[in-house]
């Protein structure tokens, strides 16, 4: 028991320096030095030129000075940080992004198989044309069902047929 009377008397001891380690004073003299004490600085030191008072939070002397206040226009539009946006305007916001992401998604998947399809169409027309080239004789079969070879003019017309589907491969 007496063990931890000393150590809370302890805690509350070394609370207190660490008080007293609080109560700072940070300015900048006139030479543009950073000064630290305990005691207050000169009357002739302006409040700009003061980082630090005891009870005060630190400034960071590097940080750019605060803003102006935004006119009256900015602050109507809901994005200033004075008017944060309610969790209904969050919610709306958050839906949008979604939908946005969706058609996004939708309009990528549809590229997708168009260019596949664009893919898969130039190799057939590639295949068809090695055929027509290689000089095999080709057979087809009409409306009757009634099969016949293509002559040399047919196969030259469908040479350039597959030719030109093949412009934009």
Known sequence: ??????????????????????????????????????????????????????????????????????????????????HPKSLAEQDLDYKKRQKDAAEAAKKKSEEDAKTAQNAQRCEASRQALATLQSGVRIQRSDDQGQRYYLDDSQRASEVAKLQQNMQGC
């Open 1 to 82: 028991m007496n063990r931890i009377i000393s150590k809370a008397a302890l805690a509350i001891v070394l609370g207190a320096f660490c008080q007293i380690a609080l109560a700072q004073w940070v300015w900048k003299d006139e030479a543009g030095h950073t000064v630290y004490s305990d005691q207050p600085p000169p009357p002739n030191v302006s409040k700009a030129h003061i980082m630090k008072s005891p009870g005060a939070s630190s400034v960071d002397p590097l940080a750019p000075a605060p803003a102006a206040p935004a006119p009256a226009d900015s602050a109507a539009d809901g994005n200033s940080p004075a």
